[in-house]
């Protein structure tokens, strides 16, 4: 079946997650609907429920602080206390202790999910917690609170990358983590694919997320491990923003090394198109964004056998790393009503989707007019961006022994984005008429010259920052991820492929 597992660590990766889960939870058709293009098995596992009832719960491990999961509970309508399914035998037999706090009253939106009738609108107000508007129900054994922290603690803060890797070394000596939470996932899988990780990467998160995946790499060989690493954007002072900087940069050097791809995104693009309105101090808002592109991008690989355009993740990482080894890579989008697409021009060009979520480098945003060096980009199109025909002739070109330049693949569906009750408004400048219901997206993954200008960029500020003890193998390793992207090209030479 080709399964996928996530893993999701932190507050803005469950944001970002929640939207992602939504959204596949909409793909099964309920009431006579027609059947989606999305193959469930490969994100949803199937299981059994208290009443013997068969249920889909999603592949995914879900990792947070003690106080971030809203209301959110880990047994949940499907299970029961006493009940137990295949996956849960591994689960804790010894006396209960029972520790009393204080609930968290569910939001109104859950509340009408929960009595089945039709939900009152979400605002950035009434978002709480990420919980406050998922629409899935997930397995016991998905939920993984990290009692040791507090969210939003000012006494024990849970912000610098050490404090999150000497968690992960001191929970994993105690339990052995991928024994516990990911085997009996993983064991579940006939064929996997891959495993989709999304992290918070420059917060403790990130310390803790480098450290499970060296282990899944150690354990799971060649496998393709996806790492979806997300970024602060917004101003913070001075201390804080080296703080997230240098976190961030440790990521990128210990995630890069062990993951198949690394792919970091911004919750603040520096240029944002006039259809897009976010406000950039809410999480539901910015992880709506990022989940339009992360879903798009990666639907290829969840598309049933008979798709066309069904693609593995390894096949994926093919296209845009072109023959190299560049494990880092940009994310781009363009979003349309799908109505008028068509007017959508210039999908020829390489450098015209309208937001990039690559966060801008510690000097600031590109250039403006200034290019790129394309390297390879990998294209995931929803709805008529162009004709299947000549997506065919131009990837086959693209892919024959004498072509040169940028290696290009891109595969088109006609399965839209979905904009769920549980989804905000961003896109509402999108049509002179009603939002519709269903978007156009187009995303790409892209190795460029633009990604090692970042790499070096954040190398060279956070070498005055680091300790003496770990600024060389940190500079040094930066600086071979960034070695990757310019062979066989320099900043001087001629860029005719681009255009």
């Not at 990792?63 to 804790?92: C, M, R, V």
């Not at 062990?258 to 808002?285: E, F, G, M, R």
Request: aromatic share 10%; net charge negative.
């Amino acid at each position: 079946m080709h399964e996928i597992v996530t893993l999701q660590f932190g507050q803005q990766s469950n944001y970002l997650a929640t939207h992602f889960w939504n959204a596949q939870e909409s793909y099964f058709p309920y009431g006579g609907q027609e059947e989606s293009l999305v193959e469930h098995d490969v994100q949803f596992r199937a299981g059994i429920g208290a009443d013997g009832s068969d249920t889909y719960t999603p592949r995914t491990l879900v990792y947070d602080l003690k106080g971030a999961f809203g209301s959110l509970k880990k047994i949940n309508a499907l299970y029961d206390a006493t009940h137990e399914d295949p996956l849960s035998q591994a689960l804790w037999h010894g006396a209960p202790i029972p520790h009393k706090q204080t609930p968290i009253s569910p939001s109104s939106y859950q509340q009408h999910l929960d009595a089945g009738v039709e939900p009152p609108p979400l605002s950035t107000s009434s978002v709480r917690y990420w919980s406050d508007y998922n629409r899935v129900f997930y397995h016991p054994r998905s939920i993984v609170q990290i009692a040791e922290y507090e969210l939003q603690s000012q006494l024990v803060p849970f912000e610098k990358w050490d404090v999150g890797e000497e968690l992960f070394i001191n929970l994993d000596r105690e339990h052995d983590l991928l024994d516990r939470d990911l085997r009996p996932f993983a064991e579940e899988c006939d064929q996997m694919q891959g495993l989709q990780i999304i992290a918070d990467a420059d917060d403790a998160w990130g310390g803790f997320a480098a450290r499970y995946i060296e282990k899944i790499r150690d354990e799971y060989g060649k496998m393709s491990i996806w790492a979806w690493g997300l970024v602060e954007g917004n101003d913070a002072t001075r201390e804080k923003q080296s703080q997230r900087l240098v976190n961030s940069a440790k990521s990128l050097y210990e995630i890069a090394q062990q993951a198949s791809v690394y792919i970091p995104l911004t919750n603040k693009p520096s240029l944002l198109p006039s259809y897009v309105s976010i406000d950039p101090l809410s999480k539901w808002h910015a992880s709506a964004l990022q989940a339009t592109a992360l879903e798009s991008m990666t639907l290829p690989a969840r598309l049933r056998p008979t798709a066309e355009s069904r693609i593995s993740l390894s096949d994926l990482e093919f296209a845009f790393s072109n023959h190299g080894s560049r494990r880092v890579a940009s994310l781009g989008l363009s979003v349309a009503d799908p109505n008028v697409v068509s007017d959508k021009v210039g999908v020829d060009n390489l450098d015209n989707l309208d937001i990039d979520l690559l966060p801008s480098s510690p000097q600031g945003p590109q250039r403006l007019g200034s290019r790129s060096h394309i390297f390879g980009r990998a294209e995931s199109l929803r709805g008529a961006w162009q004709s299947q025909e000549k997506i065919q002739q131009e990837n086959t070109e693209h892919r024959s022994r004498f072509h040169s330049g940028p290696l290009v693949q891109r595969y088109q569906t006609t399965q839209l984005f979905p904009q769920l009750s549980s989804f905000p408004n961003i896109y509402s400048s999108l049509s002179a008429t009603a939002t519709p219901s269903s978007l156009a997206v187009r995303t790409s993954l892209s190795t460029s010259s633009a990604v090692a200008d970042r790499i070096r960029a954040i190398s060279g500020a956070v070498r005055r920052m680091v300790a003496i003890d770990e600024r060389e193998a940190i500079y040094n390793g930066l600086e071979e991820l960034c070695e990757e992207y310019t062979e066989g090209w320099s900043s001087g030479s001629e860029m005719d492929e681009d255009d």
